[in-house]
């Protein structure tokens, strides 16, 4: 979160996205509204009004802009949480883009009505390029919802909503991660990181279900294969 200057400072911040932009990525801005005044008994942006959330966004794209030297295009809310004021927030403060929106999260009630669920579409001035989710199972009438997050799917279930939205012609698909999604490891608590490294060459079998799962001290990845004995 862009915000988060106001605990951590702005050099802080400016590392960080320093950091992201060197290894030839971008940066767009993120928005915990809980480091504004420090009021973590509101910590998404519908507990705020629209004049809070317009003065919050302020903020954080001034915070962007010293910290990358550029102006911010897009905004993605923390917990995936807005609504239509968050929308006018960011039309206000010149904000294009917005990839806040996961189909099923919550009630958004931003509009979108009979609209296909996870295709982009502008809203009140904002092009929303929303987070893909999908039926993970179905139990008759219930069929819960996961967001397209590259920490929380399987290989296949990444595979299956990438192919669907081909086959259907969606204009975007949106991505979700986060900064641990690119871990490495350190030998001495933080201080140095050691180079990426592939874990088994690939094969002739396709790898499929990727796990990993740690205790504190231990990391596992696990996958399955075609292979005999895998």
Known sequence: STLEELHHGREHVRQMCATVLDRGHDVQMHLHPNWWKGDFARTRLTDYSLAEQTELVG?????????????????????????????????????????????????????????????????????????????????????????????????SELQFVVNRAVEQGVAAVCRRMHSCSFPRRSPDGGGTFGEPFEIEAGGAEPQRRPQICSDGTRL?????????GK
Do not use: K, M
Not at 72 to 100: C, E, F, K, P, Q
């Open 59 to 155: 903020l954080a794209r001034d915070a962007y802009r010293r910290a990358c030297g550029c102006e911010a295009v897009a905004h993605r809310a923390g917990g995936l949480l807005i609504n239509a004021d968050t929308l006018r927030a960011l039309a206000a403060n010149g904000i294009r883009v917005d990839s806040s929106v996961a189909p099923g999260h919550i009630a958004y009630a931003l509009g979108a009505g009979g609209e296909p669920p996870n295709v982009p579409r502008r809203l009140d001035g904002v092009a929303e390029v929303p987070v893909p989710t999908f039926a993970q199972a179905r139990l008759g009438a219930w069929a819960p919802r996961r967001h397209f997050d590259v920490n929380a799917d399987s290989l």
């Open 220 to 228: 596992a990845v696990v996958w399955q294969e075609g292979a005999p």
